[in-house]
C-alpha cells in the first residue's frame, strides 16, 4: 500500500473539533507510549539555526514521529519560522503509511485539548469565552470550545490590535457574537473562561481580574522562560495540568513553585486522569480552575490517527 501524502486542507478537514476531541478523549482513556521529546540544535554554517524537536509516540497499532523545526531566522527571508511534519507507520511492521500535515495537527490538536479539559473544568453554563492572542492556535479555540459548551460570546484581546481585527471579523463572519477589547482587565472579570494562547515572557493576566467561577486555560508558556500569569493566578484556584511533563517545562508553572506559590503535590489531575475519573474536575460553580498544557505525542497520534483512518474508511 503507498504512502500517502495528506497536505495542510485535507488534514484540517479530517479533523472536526467534535470528533477530534473525542478522539483526544479515547486516546487519553486507552494510553500509549510517549518518550520525552528530543530538541536538538541544527546550524549549518549559511544559516542562523534551526532547532529541530522529534516526538514519537505508538501504541500497538500505530507509530509515529512528529518532527517540529523552529527557525527564527526565516523571518528575514520572507518564511514561516515554524515547520512541522507528522509521520505515521504501522506499528508491527514499520511501514510508513503516511506523511501528514504537522501544522495543522499541532494547531488543532492544541485547542482541541483545551476544549477536553474545559469539559470537566469550565462550568456548565459558561457562555462568554476571551481569547488572548490572535495567531493560529488563537484563531481555533473558540470553534473548539463550542463543541464542549454553549458560547454564544467571544471577546478578543491581541498585541497588535490589527491581528484581533481580523479575527474577530471572521467569528462575526461565521455568526459568532464577538468583538475586540482594549481593556484587558475589565474583560478578564467578565469572562467565564479565559485562554491565553500569546508568546508572553511575562504576565498578561493578573489574578486579581479572574473572577470567582472562571476557567483559566493556558496553552502559550511551553518553555521555562515564558509566561502569561502572575503569582496571583494560582492563589485559590484549584490547577490541573495536561501531562505532568507541563511542571517541568512551563514559566507560568516553575516560576510560583520555586516562590513557594503551590507545589506540584497541589495539582489535582492530569487530562489522563481526568479522562479516566480517578481525579475530580470542577467541584462547584464558585471554584476558580486553572489548566496548564505544553503539549504531548500522545495528542499528535490520535490526531494522525484520525486522518489516517477518516481517508481510508
Known sequence: ??????????????????????????MFAAGC?????????VAPPEAAGVSSLIMPAWNARYYGVKIVNIAPGNAARGLAGLHASYLLHDAATGVPLALVDGNEITARRTAAASALAASWLAREDARHLLVLGAGKVARLLPEAYRAVRAIDRVTVWARSPAQATALVGELCNAGIDAAVTADLAASVAA????????LA???????????????????????????????????????????????????DL??????GVFEAADVKATLAELVAGTKQGRRAPTERTV????????EDLAAAVLVYESLRA
Not at 469572562?191 to 500569546?198: G, H, M, N, P, Q
Not at 486579581?208 to 493566578?233: K, N, V, Y
Open 1 to 26: 500500500m503507498a504512502m500517502l501524502n495528506i497536505d495542510a486542507l485535507t488534514t484540517r478537514q479530517a479533523l472536526p473539533f467534535p470528533v477530534l476531541i473525542e478522539a483526544l478523549r479515547r
Open 33 to 41: 507510549e510517549v518518550p520525552r521529546r528530543h530538541v536538538h540544535e
Open 191 to 198: 469572562a467565564d473562561i479565559v485562554s491565553c494562547a500569546t
Open 201 to 251: 515572557t511575562s504576565p498578561v493576566v493578573l489574578g486579581q481580574w479572574l473572577a470567582a467561577g472562571s476557567h483559566l486555560d493556558l496553552i502559550g508558556s511551553f518553555t521555562p522562560a515564558m509566561r502569561e500569569t502572575d503569582d496571583a493566578c494560582f492563589v485559590g484556584a484549584s490547577i490541573f495540568v495536561d501531562t505532568e511533563e507541563a511542571l517541568q517545562k512551563s514559566g
Open 254 to 259: 516553575l516560576g510560583p513553585m520555586a516562590r
Open 291 to 298: 489548566f496548564k498544557s505544553v503539549g504531548t505525542a500522545l
